[in-house]
């Protein structure tokens, strides 16, 4: 899970406060305000098939994406990549934990 | 500052236009907070979105983007990993957004002065989902009557008291918006010299010039990241879309589906 915070508009506190963002993946998973802590947050019932989708989305746009990098960058995209690979299963244990156990 | 950023392809009836994304927020809040324009969207920042979307025109010759200075280092690294070039141009935006458009075409002056910019389109980075026949649309009805820019009528209005009356057409007015690129720069000069502060591009260009301004369909989807609500909306409008907004102009068409790779024959 990666936790980002930001200024938005809350509706309870009638002004821009700081935010506390949680990301599964790509995916928005929450969002609460740091003052009241009004929380919006998707159900699991919906979170599950956007997450499928946008991992499909994920998985085919990768080549793509790999591509434009190690055009942009051969050597460090040649110099990062065994570490990404590496990284890459670790990475989607912790979205699925953080999917099933909410 | 980087050099002015251009590609060699004009428009269709060879308009050059330059875009500015607006992305330094509101720099009279005092407070140091993260901008929202730069929170991760379904795999990108936010103010990359309509930077990409917009970029597919070949009307696009110049791509200013202003962001806080607070911000800039951040921005130089998401611009270099998620934006093709041609480079953009980074400014650092002033206290309002009038100031912020004033500095950007400050750094587009020279460009407009040599006659390589018809068109200046000014669009809010906090509007990702912007495409780009929306684009294409509002220079297309500047470089033809002046100004454009995009409204949605707003009809479920009502008083909220007895003896108020609603104004017969109420419209909300979106970005992209889009003027006429020596015109525009002369208002904002004029405007400075008046200390004149304008609430958006529309009001500064109606004050100095007798320019008409066309007011085009907006679009539904193109919302503004405010609330928290929306960044959950605008998560679902780009999966509905399947996360392609080029209107068909794209060369690297989405193929959202491992079921269309099948088809192709490609592997992931």
Partial sequence: MTIEHAQLYCE????VTNHELHYAGRLLESVQCSVCQTQFELSQRALL????????????????RMLHRAARDPLAFARQLPGAILRQPRK????FWSLIRR | MSSPATSAAFGPDGVRAALVVLAAGDGRRAEHHTNKVLLPLAGRRVFTWSIRWARL???????????RDEDRDVVQEVLAREVEPPAVQVVTGGDTRHESELEALTALAPGIDAGEIDVVV????ARPLAHTGLFADVIAAAAEHGGAIPVRHQRHLTASRDDDRPPPSVVAVQ???????????????RAKEDEFVGTDTASCIERY?????????????NIKITFPEDLFLAERLLAKAHWDLSDGTSPHRERPHLRDLRHTGEHP
């Fill in chain 2, 209 to 221: 010039t007798d320019l008409p301004v066309w007011c085009i369909p907006g679009d539904a989807g």
């Fill in chain 2, 175 to 189: 970005t992209p918006q889009a003027f006429l690129a020596r015109p525009l720069l002369d208002a904002y000069v």
């Fill in chain 2, 57 to 67: 025109l070949p009307e696009i010759t110049h791509t200013v983007l202003v962001v």
């Fill in chain 1, 92 to 95: 989607f244990v912790r979205e």
């Fill in chain 1, 12 to 15: 309870t506190c009638e002004t």
């Fill in chain 1, 49 to 64: 098939p956007a997450y499928v989708k946008d991992l499909e989305g994920r998985i085919v746009s990768k080549p793509r």
């Fill in chain 2, 122 to 125: 000014i669009h809010d980075a």
